[in-house]
């Protein structure tokens, strides 16, 4: 009986892996065909993210906030940060950023955050300083001038688009992105787990685009399970199969990505580590270290009598 049920579940894994998949790519007369599912397809369809299971908070024996930071320099991170180039790659093919930013603009998620506690919500509107930057540049202003009355008296004259500085922000200028979850030891299982809660992308200011000194700013903050059914729609490239995309539900919860833990939740108002580890980058990884087998010692000691 276990045995084929344990069947039974490696062939739905197996099933949804597939449909993953460009749908009817082999079977497509025309282009336009490719991506479209067949009515079979769609009534075989019931590909969904995988539900967390509902814990007590009397099976929690410890818990632990963390929040970490995801370099897009890095090479396993690469899956979150390409295509950057959405105009020659195929409709499926999206970096997390757009997945998010069009999902925002669409009004599907809604549970936008200014900051890493979900206080305050943001909107589209309160963030388009940051992703826009219109000014006039310097030879438009020396124009405005020398023509003045007929800018701006007569305005019988409107300034040339050559004269306008616009910058859009886009997937290519996220450095990175913060997350912050929860790791807890559930008592009931016998094992350490691991809650992804919030995701947030950096980078600097439309304003300060091309600028290599310029600081990132958290863009916005987006509450992870509200908007799981978003991320496991879109996916992510799977460079040792393309045949079997990941979804970015599915990597993010899966932890398939490299991050540096940058704050825990402490006494002192969950200062980060550079707060108390100032100027000195070595110090401030070992600390991140530090945190890290701290949280993974204490599964460690559950099981030593």
């Known amino acids: 009986m276990k045995l084929t049920k344990l069947l039974l579940v490696c062939f739905a894994v197996a099933g949804s892996y597939t449909s993953f998949a460009q749908s009817n790519l082999l079977n497509a007369k025309t282009p336009d065909e490719i991506g479209k599912k067949t009515a079979a397809q769609m009534n075989a369809d019931n590909d ?64 936008v955050y200014a900051d890493d506690y979900f206080n305050t919500k943001k909107t589209l509107k309160d963030m388009s300083s940051s992703f826009t930057y219109v000014d006039t540049t310097q ?59 919030g995701i947030c992308p950096v980078s600097p200011e439309a304003r300060d685009i091309g600028n290599d000194n310029a600081d990132v700013i958290e863009l916005f903050w987006v509450y992870f399970p509200a908007v799981r059914e978003e991320l496991h729609k879109a996916k992510a490239f799977n460079d040792k199969n393309s045949a079997q995309p990941i979804t970015f539900d599915h990597l993010l919860n899966a932890r398939r990505f490299s991050g540096v833990i940058y704050k825990e939740e402490n006494v002192y108002g969950d200062r980060t580590i550079e707060q108390y580890m100032k100027e000195n980058a070595q110090m401030q990884l070992l600390e991140s270290e530090r945190v890290k087998e701290k949280i993974r010692n204490f599964e460690m000691d559950m099981w030593n009598y």
């Open 48 to 111: 969904k993210p995988l539900p967390y299971g509902y814990v007590h908070d009397r099976d929690v024996l410890m818990g632990k906030t963390t929040w970490e930071i995801i370099d897009l320099d890095e090479r396993v991170n690469f899956p979150l940060y390409y295509p950057i180039d959405t105009a020659n790659i195929g409709k499926d093919r999206r970096s997390l950023f757009d997945v998010l930013l069009k999902g925002i603009r669409d009004s599907v998620i809604t549970e």
């Open 139 to 197: 030879a438009g202003r020396d124009e405005i001038n020398t023509y003045y009355d007929d800018y701006m008296v007569k305005k019988s004259r409107t300034l040339d688009p050559q004269f306008i500085d616009k910058r859009d922000l886009t997937a290519i200028d996220i450095s990175g992105y913060k997350v912050k979850g929860y790791w807890y030891f559930d008592k009931r299982q016998g094992e350490l787990k691991y809650r992804l809660l």
